[in-house]
């Protein structure tokens, strides 16, 4: 265990995985190129694992075409006259199969002749293979392959499997493959880095991951000497199903609010150009957001007074150095203006941005509305204001999975809606949106989300032992989790920092307990992680799908106590990634009949 603050966990091992399992069954060279087509989902996820030099080692043209291009006539082209091969990279669903058949038939339909090869991600299921048939094209590939990615490094600390179904798979399909798949991608880490001494966890699917796990040490042990400690002292697994509450709520931090208002998948969020630039020519601006931009990797932890300071000292900071470059000679005062123009050049972005927010977004009556809804919860307002200003976003025909996030926020909250009332919503909601959004409520009341309300709520005791609500949070110097949900502390973030505040689990055991789930800790073993002159090592891992605001929190507790934390998870959820793995669209015809 490390004493500093040296990374002691290279993540870069994980990023080389991950191009072998890409390129590796490719031949390194053909006559002629081959030609990549993204589908834009993937795009982000795609420049996370691979570089140029990859590209060029497999013989890929030197440019990346997504779906919104048109193939058929590119391929027209001088320039792409030589690819023999196009090998498709998507997400395995119906609509992306039907942009892929359109681009192979429209090739056929010119008598463009080219070796085609389909990638999906994650993998391939029934619904995707239909389209392939339907559309006559399932035979016309050279190969059909899954790409689960395994858990890719998306950031310096943060892995994900980037597995928007996670949720859906895992809580409403029950798909044990995919529970026995996350414990491979565990004991994977466990090959690279060594064996993880000790886990903790809560929730059903975490016990039973260890379950796997443990069954699969066990057959690794025979004939084999004694296991080596490895980098990391210890796991914690969280169970999405034990916090709902928290991706329904709305994020404060720069990199949530980014993420509430224009999504960021795969790292990549997709802005109006004319909000970053007034020359920009694109109509959207994909921007990676990650570890790799200076400024992000500053302000994407702070909340709107904070990132606000930042990139305005740090806009002043570079005009005084422009203006003191006289004092340099000739070369460095060239050297340091070309620097210093890249920099702003990145910063010129996440000003605009900072301004949009700050203008348009934050003073938005929509936003404030919602935001003191919310708020209103977690301080003790009656269910029925909440209830109102539902019925309100539904009159005012508001997005259907924002009416929906706000809905389960409630029912989560009280541990149910009254009948009269939850039946009285369910109406107005199809009689709106339509009868087709019938399955998505169904979905949300057999995982949990929205339900009829039974007994009392848990959450004014587990709030009494954890202090999930801390409206006395420090704004301008963080002291407590609460900061990054403006005064809300995730219940996910309060079982972590237990470990690090207390030393183990054991002082607040009973209400551990009371939460719903399995519960994973070994009374018999005298752990303490509270000593900070101690940097252990630890692994976090969200079962179901983490929030760019609880990755935040969860980096604060490792500033705080002195520990190095390498955040894992299914998923990262985006702003309706608690609504949208549960959608089913129901065919209203069908049903008339």
Partial sequence: MATTEEQTVNLRVLRDHMRTTLFGSLDARINGFRLLVLEDSLEGLFQLCIDRTDLEAKSFY????????????????????????????????????????????????????KSYHLWLHPRRNVASSEILKITQIFGKFADIKDLDFDLVPIDADLLSLERA??????????????????????????????????????????????DILNQQRETDKEGEGEEKKGKFDAMIIIDRSIDWITPCISQVTYEGLVDDTFEIRNCVARIDGKILSAEAKDKTVPLLLNQNDPIFKEIRNYTAKGFSKFLNEKAQSIQKSLAEKHNLNISGAKELVMLLKKEYHVLS??????????????????????????????????????????????AK????????????????????????SLLFLKREILQTYGYEHLFTLVNLEKVGLLRKQEGKSPFPKLNQVFKLVNPDYDEERPDDAAYFYEGVAPLSVRLVEQMFKKGNWKATMEAIE???????????????????????????????????????AIRFLGKLYNKEIVIATTNVMGRYGVIQPFEEKMNVVEMQE
């Fill in 349 to 394: 972005y996440h000003i605009n941005l900072k301004d949009h927010l700050m203008s348009n977004v934050l003073p938005s009556h929509s936003y404030l509305s919602n935001f003191k809804i919310e708020q209103g919860v977690f301080l003790g307002d009656k269910s029925s204001v909440t209830l109102d200003h539902i019925e309100l976003m539904i």
């Fill in 165 to 210: 179904s996670a949720p859906r798979e895992l809580f409403l399909d029950n798909e044990l493959s995919v529970v026995t798949y996350i414990a491979n991608t565990i004991a994977r880490l466990e090959f690279i880095y060594g064996q993880i001494p000790v886990v903790f966890g809560k929730g059903d699917k975490a016990k039973a991951i260890l």
């Fill in 397 to 420: 025909g508001l997005p259907f999975r924002k009416v929906l996030k706000m809905l389960c926020l409630r029912s989560l909250m009280d541990n149910g809606i009254k009948k009269e």
């Fill in 62 to 113: 030197k440019r990346i075409f997504t779906f919104n291009v048109d193939i058929t006539a590119a391929l027209q082209s001088e320039e792409l006259r030589g690819i023999e091969e196009i090998i498709f990279l998507a997400e395995a669903q119906a609509e992306s199969m039907k942009r892929v058949a359109k681009i192979v038939l429209n090739n056929e339909a010119y008598q463009i002749k």
């Fill in 514 to 552: 009371s939460i719903p789930g399995k519960t994973i800790y070994n009374d018999k073993l005298n752990y303490d992680y509270s000593n900070k002159a101690i940097r252990n090592c630890f692994l976090v891992y969200f079962i179901g799908g983490i929030t760019h605001a609880e990755a935040s």
